[in-house]
């Protein structure tokens, strides 16, 4: 009787954990039996403080979503037998910087109203932030391969110095120019032509950066629009 009692025991609660593992009962099991704890920690080991001398102007941010592809193929006899590519990709959303020095040669003239700023070239901010929320990962290793995991974490140490070089491409700092040149007369505004005598004459600010080709062609420089019109924020 009581081998038969035992047996019914395990019977039963198999049948029971069965019942709870398949959905019934579990909202009852969550509320009532279950306890569940989730926390966080922080370590904190500074490696590096710097100060940046007060020379830098923030000039503007970029959004990006990002996409890091890394192929590895592997042949045999000069290419004449193909053993396979390992893929390896991570997507992730990216936040740029960007600023300019102010030590750098500034050139400011005004005429008729009109202030004429060349200003140094646009500088990434490095590293750029990867919003590690949005990260995806996938690899892939070829009929022959088997380095599919070490493929994708090589690629994940790469990542940082992959974003620092497209940081400074010439597409990024066009995405970002026009917002740059707007915070570069927004600056010239309110804190280089603040003690300005002609301050009340000046109607409009051009903003050229350093690197562009009107920068080193005076008459072409007369002809760029205003970049900052200050009478249109007049009542």
């Known amino acids: 009787m009581a081998l038969t009692f035992l047996v019914v025991v395990i019977v ?30 922080f370590r904190e080991n500074v490696k590096r403080i710097a100060s940046t001398q007060g020379d830098v102007l923030e000039l503007a941010t970029l959004d990006t979503e990002e996409t890091v592809t890394k192929y590895d193929t592997k042949t045999l006899f000069n290419d004449a037998i193909y053993l396979g590519t390992t893929v390896a990709e991570i997507r992730a959303m990216v936040v740029y910087r960007y600023h300019l020095k102010l030590s750098d040669e500034w050139n400011l003239k005004v005429e008729n109203g009109r202030c004429m700023v060349v200003a140094p070239a646009i500088r990434p901010s490095l590293p750029p932030a990867i919003r590690t929320d949005t990260i ?26 992959i974003l620092e070089r497209r940081a400074g491409v010439a597409g990024k700092i066009k995405h970002v120019r026009e917002a740059s040149r707007l915070s570069v007369a927004k600056f010239v505004q309110h804190w280089v032509l603040k003690e300005h005598k002609e301050q009340g004459e000046i109607r409009e600010i051009v903003v050229i950066f ?26």
């Open 12 to 41: 039963g609660g198999a049948v029971v954990w069965k019942m709870v593992d398949a959905g019934f009962g579990m909202k009852w099991l969550a509320e009532h039996l279950q306890k569940r704890s989730i926390s966080e920690s």
């Open 136 to 161: 995806e990962k996938k690899s892939e290793a070829g009929w022959l391969r088997f380095n599919a995991s070490e493929n994708l974490a090589q690629l994940e140490k790469e990542m940082t110095s």
């Open 210 to 235: 350093s690197d562009e080709p009107a920068a080193a062609n005076a008459e072409e420089a007369m002809k760029q629009p205003s970049t900052l019109n200050l009478d249109a924020g007049k009542d």
